[in-house]
């Protein structure tokens, strides 16, 4: 018996990662994750939506990481997001 795989899923039709918004981002990481986590998938196809969701994951610490900057700039926090000491504690 000859077992073929199923070629990996063609994701270029998919918006690139790096042009969405956060939500847009999570959402699609949400339903590849549940697809991996139903399992059933041929390898390759896994192996597909495993580097999918990375990219999307990426792109979402992306959205939270300037989102976290920018509050620190209206906080007057320093740069790497921590709240300035007092004067008294310094």
């Not at 939500?23 to 192996?47: F, I, K, M, N």
């Not at 994951?57 to 939270?64: E, G, H, K, N, P």
């Amino acid at each position: 018996m000859l077992v073929t795989s199923s070629p990996a899923p063609d994701l270029s039709a998919l918006p690139d990662p790096a042009a969405m918004g956060y939500e847009q981002a999570r959402d699609e990481l949400v339903a590849v994750v549940q697809r991996l986590e139903a399992g059933g998938e041929p390898l390759e196809v896994s192996l597909a939506l495993w580097e999918r969701g990375e990219a999307l994951a990426t792109r979402c610490q992306q959205w939270l990481d300037g989102a976290r900057e920018r509050l620190a700039k209206a906080t007057g926090a320093g740069a790497a997001g921590a709240p300035e000491p007092d004067e008294d504690e310094a």
